[in-house]
């Protein structure tokens, strides 16, 4: 079967694309009506997770930087609209801004250590933060704050549907089609932003830092902005938590989070946009489907009461095995087996090979979900203990 | 500031607590020293892997075995579990750089974490107690009022922590195995030239990183008398730490290291006593920011990390 | 003609997809000295590391008859070849002595060990001096003693030297060829020295081959090496 190729921003092109966003619109608003309100519970926490991930992808699929202090963003927003909300009595709307300028702060402080140092120190002083922002939230600090304590802070947030929406949808419904809108408009603008000039100098960066920064990008200030930006949305991740969720506490945004907010972005790709909506969907779909399974397992079951652990194992086994054999991640798999039947090319592509066979095309995505060499980008070369490629390769 | 600032035995007490607790976190700091020299990784999964050991222990007393045996058993298995890790699990991911072994280590967290939750359960249990642990069981120095006195779990640590610090050193300087792990740490590619099973090195680090874990892990559960299944979680923060301030790849850095962040976080809070509550993370944190920004390469270390 | 001590057959070797070598044939005999010359990236560190399993390699090296290809470095280097790498590499935070026995690795005879080092002190004094140093903080040319020293403590068969002179002032380097000359005499090591400094190599081997963009363009006597037209205007300057 031969494949179809399509030029990239050409007529066709924006016809199938045109196509595709249309479908999605149309899951979203036939979601509500044809799926119970604890399914759309489900899938309304699906929407607030893959925004977060998405964060995680921008700084560390995408700038290749080992960030594990996520739920300390994702937390920070949490928190932030739940104090608002709740003590303030401000609307969940107005707390989204707020939460994103803090998280674009905090984002911004964690990412200053960033411009001096590299790779495991930044590991660790992103651990630091992750792990110490639950226990900055359950102490006396926290607690004149509004945090709450160890307790967790509850907040009620509850939509009705406007009159003037015309489907029959519930009020979780609505809300959950009001979530997909918001996380369409992120996703888009994270689309737009790694195909920019700065998306595409976090990618340089990543890949050759020294030859980047010969190349007149400015390492320091693409650094910042890539912590910047992926704690905005892990921030605007935790607001949108709490429309799926009426409670914050420290053990929801404890290192675990960032955990599986990891897992879940090596499974879907981490230098991808897309494959944050896998990473959220395994987020929560696979801890629920776990524990119904190990619910009727009685040999499981007379192990422990709390059937959510099997799930954690099985994150760390999925995470081991991605790393193994799936690097790049499920999105680049996918689009592998989308270019069976079509090809998108890039204009700078097709102009190479003009008139060119399907087998031969350009990288599908635009190159965006190229098969990245490892996750977070190839190791440097040069690193004084990496050797040469081929060297390591025959060691042992 | 604290009423009792020129108290000599309420510092006294500030400070032998400080160590205590220094100790525990240099021990946490060797293994990640250990583990650094020679591979240039961090196991983030350190302080599970301790926990796993810990639990080992309690296990065992659990079946019978005088706790010294079973520590002697557990220290032992730990060995061949890091060690088997390293080359099952870590290796073949060692070409592909940082990033994957990383990740690796976190699998390992989630996994271990979890089985151990599994297994025996998420409420704390009794910590088996190699160091007699009674309200008597201590040295009293100054009659006070305040008093002053070690207790002797306190003076167990920091023997352990000192006997273990003369081992290290002993293996290290003395035996032909400690120059191999020390040569492939100066110069990995010369060592191989010279015929050093590298590879051995390595697993040998990660071995002796996972009983020094487990030996650590076994006296913070004798400190805080119980034991669970996240009692290591911020103790690996502290030993991160510890090991950041000494330099990661400073042996005689870690225990310095830890010591010192043991004192800092016992003493400040003691005598600045309007800082309300247990922050002692924070302050973790602020000692990490500081020595990463003012001197990234610790206060013993001699390479800078420069691997993303 | 006995079998040489090393043989290389249509020896290729890459760096990722890059070829470096391609099809080098060489060998070297019983207690001879033998010096690879060449431009910059010609490959000449490469057939070093080639021999060594330091490269992923396709052909054939046989030290004595005995395959190498495809073994890993430990167990090649064990075989009786050492390698004095380009740069030295000796372990700077490790003492002169713990450096010597570093390169007694694979040796069991404590004895012979501590026999040999006396024996190296003899031949390089700078280093008895400074026994208890740390290597890191000599002088290049000191460092280069060691690293030579070092090779020689594993009692090998075959050293390959690569670039000895590099960075070492004129003196030095003749000094520290006057030594190897009397080690190949005295021990019948044999050598193959990797060297941009032509003429005094040439002086000192008996064999030369040289080599051009990963393939061997001449060899012969270390004479009708010298004496070839070409090698004359590239390497020796006259």
């Known amino acids: 079967m031969t494949a179809r190729v399509v030029l990239e921003g050409s007529r066709t092109h924006r016809v199938w694309q045109g196509a595709g966003l249309l479908l999605a619109a149309l899951v979203v608003l ?14 309304s926490l699906v929407i607030a997770y893959a925004v977060a991930v998405l964060g995680l992808n921008l700084v560390t699929g995408f700038s290749g930087q080992i960030s594990l202090g996520h739920g300390a963003f994702f937390g920070l927003g949490a928190y932030t609209t739940a104090i608002l909300v709740s003590d303030h009595g401000w609307s969940w709307a107005a707390t989204v801004p707020v939460a994103a300028l803090l998280g674009l702060a905090l984002g911004f402080v964690v990412g200053v250590p960033a411009l001096r140092l590299h790779g495991l120190y930044l590991a660790v002083i ?36 406007p009159a003037w929406f015309g489907l029959d949808v519930s009020d979780r419904g609505w809300t959950f089609i009001v979530m997909a809108a918001i996380a369409g408009a992120l996703f888009w603008i994270a689309t737009g932003l790694v195909r920019s000039r700065i998306g595409r100098s976090m990618v340089a960066l990543r890949d050759n830092g020294t030859a980047a920064a010969i190349s007149g990008i400015w390492p320091a200030e693409v650094k910042t902005v890539a912590f910047a930006v992926s704690a905005l949305y892990g921030s605007i991740g935790g607001s949108l938590y709490l429309l799926t969720t009426p409670i914050v506490s420290p053990s929801t945004v404890g290192f675990t989070i960032t955990l599986l907010f990891i897992t879940a972005m090596v499974l879907g790709g981490a230098a991808t946009v897309s494959g944050a909506w896998i990473g959220g969907l395994a987020m929560v779909f696979l801890p629920y489907y776990t524990a119904e399974w190990a619910g009727q397992l009685p040999l499981l079951r007379s192990l422990t009461d709390q059937p959510g652990l099997f799930a954690n194992v099985i994150y760390g ?13 499920l999105v680049p798999l996918l689009t592998g087996l989308r270019a069976r039947f079509l090809v998108i090319v890039p204009p700078e592509a097709a102009a190479v090979a003009s008139g060119g066979s399907a087998t031969t095309a350009g990288e599908p995505d635009g190159g965006l979900s190229r098969p990245t060499p490892a996750i977070g980008g190839p190791t440097d070369p040069a690193a004084p203990h990496a050797g040469t490629p081929v060297d390591t390769a025959r060691r042992r | 500031m604290s009423p009792n600032i020129d108290n000599p035995a309420y510092l006294l007490q500030l400070v032998t607590s400080g160590l205590t607790n220094g100790a525990l976190y240099a021990l946490v700091a060797l293994a990640v020293v250990l583990v650094y020299k020679t591979t240039s990784h961090i196991n983030l999964a350190q302080g599970e892997m301790a926990t796993l050991g810990a639990f080992a222990v309690f296990e065992l007393g659990r079946h019978g075995v005088p706790v010294w045996i079973a520590i002697g058993i557990a220290l032992v298995l730990s060995f061949l579990f890091g060690a088997g890790l390293e080359r099952g699990l870590i290796r073949p991911l060692e070409k592909r750089g940082v990033f994957p072994v990383i990740l690796a280590t976190l699998a390992l967290f989630l996994i271990i974490n979890a089985l151990v939750a599994i297994f025996w359960g998420t409420q704390p249990v009794a910590a088996p107690r190699p160091f007699p642990s009674g309200i008597e069981d201590k040295f009293d120095i100054l009659t006070g009022p305040p008093p002053f006195f070690i207790t002797h779990v306190a003076l167990g640590i920091l023997a352990v922590l000192v006997a273990l610090l003369v081992g290290l050193w002993l293996l290290l300087e003395k035996t032909k195995l400690g120059l191999g792990y020390r040569a492939v740490a100066a110069n990995r590619e010369a ?6 099973p590298v590879g051995r090195m390595f697993m040998f680090g990660w071995g002796i990183a996972a009983a020094l874990g487990t030996l650590a892990a076994g006296l913070v559960a004798e400190t805080a008398g119980t034991l669970d299944f996240n009692s290591m979680a911020a103790i690996l923060i502290f030993g991160l730490a510890a090991a950041t301030l000494g330099g990661f790849d400073s042996v005689p850095g870690a225990a310095v290291g830890g010591l010192a962040l043991g004192l800092v976080m016992a003493v400040v809070p003691g005598v600045f006593t309007f800082i309300k509550g247990d922050l002692s993370l924070v302050i973790a944190l602020i000692v990490v920011l500081v020595v990463l920004l003012v001197r990234p390469q610790g206060l013993f270390g001699t390479k800078t990390l420069e691997r993303v | 003609m006995p079998e040489p001590l090393l043989q290389l057959s249509g020896v290729h070797a890459a760096y990722g997809q890059v070829e470096v070598l391609r099809g080098i044939d060489l060998t070297v005999g019983e207690g001879e000295v033998v010096v690879l010359l060449g431009a910059n990236g010609a490959g000449k560190t490469t057939t070093l590391r080639a021999i060594c399993g330091m490269v992923g390699t396709r052909g054939s090296v046989q030290l004595a008859g005995t395959e190498l290809v495809g073994k890993p470095t430990e167990w090649i280097v064990r075989r009786g070849i050492s390698h004095v790498p380009q740069g030295r590499g000796v372990f700077g935070v490790l003492d002169v002595e713990e450096n010597l026995r570093v390169g007694a690795w694979g040796r069991k005879d404590g004895k012979g060990i501590e026999a040999d080092i006396e024996r190296w002190y003899g031949v390089f004094p700078r280093l008895a001096e400074r026994r208890h140093q740390l290597a890191g903080g000599m002088s290049g040319g000191e460092q ?32 520290l060829f006057a030594q190897l000359e009397d080690i190949n005499r005295e021990e019948s090591v044999a050598m193959l020295i990797v060297e941009q400094n032509a003429e005094l190599a040439l002086s000192f081997a008996h064999r030369g081959y040289v080599i051009e963009s990963g393939s061997i363009v001449l060899s012969g006597t270390a004479d009708e090496v010298r004496g070839n037209d070409d090698m004359r205007r590239a390497y020796l300057g006259y």
């Open chain 1, 30 to 43: 036939l979601l509500p009506v044809l799926t119970s309100d604890f399914r759309l519970g489900q899938f």
């Open chain 1, 126 to 161: 992103t651990l630091a933060v992750g792990v110490a922002f639950p226990v900055v939230v359950s102490q006396p600090i926290g607690l004149a704050l509004g945090t709450g304590g160890v307790a967790g802070k509850p907040v009620r947030i509850a939509w009705d549907k």
């Open chain 1, 317 to 329: 086994v999925i995470l081991i095995v991605f790393i193994y054999f799936v690097p790049s991640g």
């Open chain 2, 191 to 196: 060592a191989e030239v010279m015929g050093i």
């Open chain 3, 144 to 175: 280069q003693m060691l690293a030579i020293a070092r090779g020689l403590m594993a009692r090998p068969r075959l050293l390959l030297l690569d670039e000895p002179s590099l960075g070492l002032a004129q003196i030095i380097t003749r000094g």
